[in-house]
């Protein structure tokens, strides 16, 4: 698979190796309670493992390929590494009992295989994954965009914190994040591709939360694929930064309110997944038993390499890279963990 590195011009990292691994641990455990109190949200503990074939495995655009094993132990059960735990935490809530208005959230830990490796992107993810039960008649845009709200504002407060913490970093995140669906952009910006459309957005506006990411766009294609049947594509979004130092669109959350019975047979069919109708997770929302809920996941490792203004995500998370991602990170004076 290939492999990208984009090394800025005479980079010098701002924090040195100790400095670094302080920090993380700063942003980190900040932004984790702001987040939590922003949000109404309380910690769980959350699975590494899930097992094969009940559909609340994450998957993604649908095409990664799941880390699987078989384990005697658990009368040799076909078990799978966590993608992400977006169809989990639904789950959760109901058997917490939370109710309307008040979340969780949790360290979510999960290996993604299949991904390419560039300045973002690791097979070792790691991220804030929450979710908050709410009423079906707040199923809106409205109820969206509030929360994005509520979250930047905890982003903002902990760069705050952390450029006080470390003088030798300064803020670079505007006041306001600005809403966009995806069909605004692609009418906006008919010739450019999807992640072009979304540089120049991020870098008009400084922060902007992408709207509405799934279905089909006029033109006939996606702006950007997303699993069936856990966000409502028409109520979900991403919250993208303009990051300058790799002059680029910076994505560090996918969030949406989740599927009702009518989305998600409608996504599933759109997506000719309707055989996933029988799985234990899709059963439970179609027979009424999961709460109407609103969640997503906030990268750790890329809010750490944003506000810490690193180059690559390898110097805020210790993963495995190739020969060539280490060549290029040596010779752009980038010191991976």
């Known amino acids: 698979m290939s492999t990208t590195v984009v090394v800025p011009r005479s980079y010098q990292p701002k924090l040195d190796l100790l400095q670094t691994e ?31 074939g009940n559909g609340v495995n994450d998957n993604l655009n649908g095409v990664e390929r799941i880390v699987t094993f078989d384990a005697p132990a658990v009368a040799d059960a076909q078990l799978e590494i966590v993608q ?47 979710e908050k039960v709410i009423a079906y008649e707040n199923r809106t845009l409205n109820t969206l965009k509030a929360e994005v709200l509520r979250i930047y504002a905890a982003v903002r407060q902990t760069e705050t914190y952390i450029c006080s913490r470390f003088p030798q970093l300064s803020p670079m995140l505007p006041e306001k994040i600005q809403f966009i669906t995806t069909q605004e952009l692609e009418t906006l910006y008919p010739e450019l591709a999807p992640k072009q459309r979304e540089d120049v957005i991020a870098k008009q506006y400084g922060a902007v939360f992408v709207m509405q990411i799934g279905g089909l766009l006029r033109s006939g294609e996606k702006h950007d694929g997303r699993s069936p049947d856990y966000d409502d594509w028409k109520l979900n979004g991403d919250i ?28 599933l069919a759109e997506s000719g997944e309707d055989a996933r109708q029988s799985l234990e997770f899709h059963q439970a929302i179609l ?41 290029a990170c040596e010779a752009g004076n980038i010191p991976l963990l």
């Open 22 to 52: 302080r920090a993380i641990k700063a942003v980190k455990d900040y932004f984790e309670e702001a987040l939590a109190d922003a949000l109404r949200l309380t910690r769980v503990s959350a699975p590494i493992l899930l097992k094969n």
């Open 84 to 130: 992400s735990l977006a169809k989990w935490k639904r789950m959760a809530l109901a058997r917490y009992g939370i109710p309307v208005g008040e979340g969780i959230y949790t360290d979510m830990n999960a290996i993604r295989r299949d991904e390419a490796l560039d300045n973002l992107h690791s097979l070792y993810v790691d991220q804030w994954d929450w």
């Open 240 to 267: 993208i930064l303009w990051y300058p130092v790799l002059e680029r669109a910076f994505e560090i959350s996918s969030m949406g309110i989740r599927v009702d019975k009518k989305s998600l047979l409608e996504q």
């Open 287 to 327: 027979n009424g038993k999961l709460p109407y809920t609103l969640g997503g996941g906030i990268g750790q490792s890329r809010l750490c390499m944003f506000l810490l203004h690193k180059a690559h995500i390898g110097e805020v998370q210790a993963s495995e890279w190739s020969d060539e991602v280490i060549a």
